[in-house]
């Protein structure tokens, strides 16, 4: 006796099989329409390489002629191994803000962006970019020994140029009880806590380096719930074979001992480079 016809098994009919490969080979074609990436073959044709830096953010961007900058020695090293001139644009809203969105900066004016580029999702969503060589935050200067819950107060403080959350900062000394005196520059920083004014002082973490590097004093990139940001280098999205002829001069330089040859020429301390010496960033 057979089945009733409502309970027969229906056939699959064979174009069902098909609409997955269908949909797979209209993807392909539809991919052979993008434009193609020409970033890194625009760059070997004119032999030079447009990067956008900001005008001022020491140690990576200085004013001083004869030491500019460890971003912009960095870069000079990459263009020269890759055999392209470097040209540098300035652009005065780098350093003082992370979001690359507020720079207005297009691609007519640069094909690459350096100087401190923020690794974090704001930015990726606007950029593709590099792993990170460097890492910056808040950082607390002050005697072996002194940690941010030993410091005493009065503790100087000094904002730099960056965007770093100083309503975040605020918050934390004041729930450790700590009380901070704001002071106008690098140098009257440093002369303050010779003086005695400060057993201690908060800045930016590269301009801490710079500043105290020689002062014997240690300098520790506070951690949660502060930001620490991770920085690399910034390209346009899609620009892929520029991003790997970077990336791969990059690796060159980091294997060889240049990069830390460069941290060393601007006193960075070892702990704000990506790798450190503890292995993270």
Not at 61 to 78: R, S, W
Request: one cysteine or more.
């Amino acid at each position: 006796m057979s089945a009733p016809a409502a309970a027969r098994p229906r056939k699959r009919h064979w174009l069902f099989d098909m609409v997955p490969l269908a949909l797979c080979f209209a993807l392909l074609f539809a991919v052979s329409f993008l434009p193609p990436d020409n970033a890194r073959y625009e760059v070997d044709r004119l032999g030079r390489l447009s990067v956008c830096m900001p005008t001022l953010y020491p140690p990576l961007v200085t004013d001083d002629a004869d030491m500019p900058g460890f971003e912009v020695e960095l870069m000079q090293e990459i263009t020269e191994r890759l055999g392209w001139r470097l040209n540098i644009v300035s652009n005065a809203s780098m350093g003082r803000d992370f979001n690359p969105r507020n720079w207005r900066i297009n691609r007519a004016q640069c094909q690459m962006l350096a100087g401190g580029i923020a690794i974090n999702s704001t930015t990726s969503s606007f950029l593709d970019t590099t792993q990170p060589h460097l890492v910056t935050g808040w950082a607390l200067i002050a005697p072996p020994g002194v940690t941010v819950e030993t410091v005493q107060s009065p503790v100087g403080f000094l904002a730099g140029l960056t965007g770093l959350d100083r309503i975040g900062l605020g918050q934390y000394i004041r729930q450790r009880g700590i009380t901070a005196t704001i002071v106008n520059d690098a140098a009257t920083l440093r002369s303050r806590m010779e003086a005695g004014d400060y057993d201690a002082a908060i800045t930016e973490a590269l301009l801490a380096s710079t500043t105290f590097s020689d002062a014997g004093l240690d300098i520790t990139v506070l951690g949660a719930p502060l930001e620490r940001i991770p920085l690399g280098m910034g390209f346009w999205k899609g620009d892929l074979t520029l991003k790997r002829a970077v990336e791969s001069a990059l690796a060159d330089i980091r294997t060889d001992g240049t990069l830390a040859q460069l941290a060393e020429r601007y006193d960075l301390d070892v702990g704000i480079l990506c790798p450190s010496e503890t292995g993270v960033c």
